[in-house]
């Protein structure tokens, strides 16, 4: 007989660590916000933005025919691929390597932070030219760099802006949609060195501007850092979708190109691409198709990079895999159709979310990648709850993410992983009476009582915490003198039934005649 | 049809005109009504707020009040509701519940149906006879609208009601910013966005703003009264139940409305 060999428990994944990168904010949802509505120009700014781009999006969705049947598949691409990761990760290492570039594995934000920052230094340059990433974004690539003395430059507009007036971004495909042109205008003459002081906020002067700073620094920086769309296992080919030209620019001047792409990015086949290259512009931008879509494999002797780096980001996302409900999280393509359609993210705006990734998504991935710390005041707690559950994102997500159930299923690992709250308390009360008819109906009675409190008008203008918010700006109806199962108790109740029963069977016999009576 | 009739606790105990015009309109229709007296709650507001353990009883006592196979459809003034059966149930059954519950829960989910579905698809009517001579407007709530695919059918109802002047509501399909627990833990994103839905009401110049759901209606009807808009709100079951022989009286003030 052989001895059973003990192998322990398997460990939980980890998540991002506590502390690092941008994933959590330093305040909660509703205490963002709080502030953030008070913003008048960012309400007025977002609320154009987002009703533009949600009608350019149903423009284009709608002429599909197959539109549905895309987002089908686009679905059960992502399902697949989340199935089996390890294995398209493993071929998508070798395909990347044959083709001559380097294949980096980056446990967290640190880990990868330190394997860029390596690998610009072997490059002797102190400057790098970077392409709109979120993962970079997500893990402080910029700030990190920094403090190694190394000057990051983002290339994309909206990145730019935000990062001349270090700021946040506040979107995830228009990181700068909470500013507008004369603010924009106010940004570039403070940040950008030798701009015209005239420039007035002519959209297209205001690009003008932006282009003659990045001409500069595309022409001299011998280093990019970008993220990935898109990674294909079968044929180590990377994607990065844009619409300026300016990602182009970094991926094919510089001498070395280092991508940092989250392990969930990756495809089965370049014939996926297919699918998303539908999906992902008309989802995000609202265009049939982008602009400037890049595709690379490796190295190619002669022409772009000729050193290529994959660096392959976990930072939390083993941790969402090993959620059998939580993983469809990882389906997303950061299109962020979801954030224009929601009514949460339109009033409070993207910073209120306190990660790189806001709106309903960043809601149920924020926590995912980067945990709920069971102290009651961890920001990313506050995400889950920061819904109404109203089904907008679930609808506009071209992979179908079924957003609500993700934030619901959020909530409960939360309350889960709490110890007792007044929440939980108030809780178990109300299913203990709602759970036992007999108590429940004395409850209904006693309910009555709450006319004592209201005013002789029948409102309840004023509530105690923790729903003095509500009363805020809500009258509450003083409970009725008798509930319905008192009603349909009553005498009244059972003449009145009778009475509606007895007329309809007029009504019918007058119209149909007496044969058609049980239709 | 042998129809269990299921109040919701917000219908049953706060707003039971709702409820009982619900009765009265089925009964017209010449439906036998059942009201298991041991209903009380479906135990949404607990899953939404995300607790699954404590609704196990409620989801248990739904299945076992309404699985009796004499009650062909579980009908409820509530599109929330109707949705908590339909999605949440499963879900708690799945988890916490054991076979038995499981299967009790499939066997009611089937059969339950929001009032407006019930009509439409079920019993195929759109015209009830019902006469309402105000200027209506319809939020469609967002669990109706997105949850069980409601669609048109309230607004096919409601066009077929005699001398009723409906007005299209503008971004209808915007949430009114309820949420439940969303209420309370983040009030003030909740209030600017009941702020938006009331401008959008009151500039239709509706008398009465209607819906599926009480809830909802609770929280419009609510933010209305505060700012003493003259629309008032209104289940749709309310207005679908008055007739000429025994119309609808508009209230004087809005909160009466609601109940
Ligand atoms: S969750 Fe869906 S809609 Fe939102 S950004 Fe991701 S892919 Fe787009």
Redesign the interface.
Known sequence: MSTPTYLGMPALPPRSPYGTGNLRGDRT??RA??DE?RNGQL?RNLGKATHTIRAKRLAVTGELPDWEALRDAGSAIKTDTMNRLPELLEQLEAKVTEAGGTVHWARDGAEANDIVTRLVQQTGSDEVIKVKSMATQEIGLNEHLADQGIKAHETDLAELIVQLADDKPSHILVPAIHRNRDEIREIFRAGIPGVDPELDSVPAHLAAAARAYLREKFLTTPVAVSGANFGIAETGTLSVVESEGNGRMCLTLPDTLITVMGIEKVLPRYADLEVFLQLLPRSSTGERMNPYTSLWTGVTPGDGPQNFHLVLLDNGRTAALADRIGRQALNCIRCSACLNVC??YE??GGHAYGSTYPGPIGAVVTPQLAGMDVSADDPNS?L?????????C??ACPVKIDIP?LL?EL?????EATGRTA??LA??A??AV??R?GV?RAA?KA?GLGRVVAGR???I?HLPP?????S??????A??K????A??ASAE?AS???A??E???R??TEADGPDE??Q | MRIGLFATCLGDTLFPDAVRATAVLLARLGHELVFPPDQTCCGQMHVNTGYQREPVPLVRGFAEQFGDPSIEAVVMPSGSCAGSVRHQHGIVAERYGDAALRAGVATVQAKTYELSEFLVDVLGVTDIGAYFPHRVTYHPTCHSLRLLRVGEKPLRLLRAVEDIDLVELPEADACCGFGGTFAVKNAETSSAMLADKMRHVTGTGAAVCTAGDSSCLMHIGGGLSRIEAGTRTLHLAQILASTRTSPYVLPSTPLEATR
């Open positions: 949802f509703p916000a709080h509505l309400r009514p949460v009033r409070a506050s889950p709850y920061a819904s109404t559950l109203c089904g907008a679930y609808d159930s619901v909530r409960h690992q939360h309350t929440e939980k809780m178990k109300a299913a709602m759970g008819p429940y209904q309910a008008d029948g409102k203008s923790p729903f003095n918010g509500w805020d700006s809500r009258d509450t109806p409970p009725p008798r509930s319905f199962r009603w349909l109740g009145a039934l009778r509606a029963a007329e309809g069977a009504t019918r009576e049980e």
